[in-house]
């Protein structure tokens, strides 16, 4: 059974930054694309950011220059660091680990940006 497990949410002060962590198992994990989706309330889910399993990397524009994802193989896990945050990246950040035609989730941690 695949489990992706969250954390390192939070309420942060904008400017401020978080850590995410997915810690991943049931899963070969070094073969499956991960990346970290996020939905804030009334708005559709979106991709954040995306690791490849041969370690590319992409993200979604709102975050360029700000967020950085990572992975660790030998732990089965992906972190991606959130820095100078704003308002507007308040959310729910799932965990998303994909190999054609698998595709898992996360249940999600919640991200408050908020003074």
């Known amino acids: 059974q695949v489990q992706l497990v969250e954390s390192g949410g939070g309420l942060v002060q904008p400017g401020g930054s978080l850590r995410l962590s997915c810690a991943a198992s049931?899963?070969?994990?070094?073969?499956?694309?991960m990346s970290w989706y996020r939905q804030a309330p009334g708005k559709q889910r979106e991709l954040v950011a995306r690791i490849t399993s041969g370690g590319s990397t992409n993200y979604a524009d709102s975050v360029k220059g700000r967020f950085t994802i990572s992975r660790d193989n030998a732990k089965n896990a992906v972190s991606m660091q959130m820095n100078s945050l704003k308002s507007e990246d308040t959310a729910v950040y799932l965990c998303?680990?994909?190999?054609?035609?698998?595709?898992?989730w996360g249940q999600g941690t919640q991200v408050t940006v908020s003074s």
């Open positions: 049931g899963l070969l994990f070094s073969t499956f694309d």
């Open positions: 998303n680990a994909m190999r054609f035609p698998r595709n898992h």
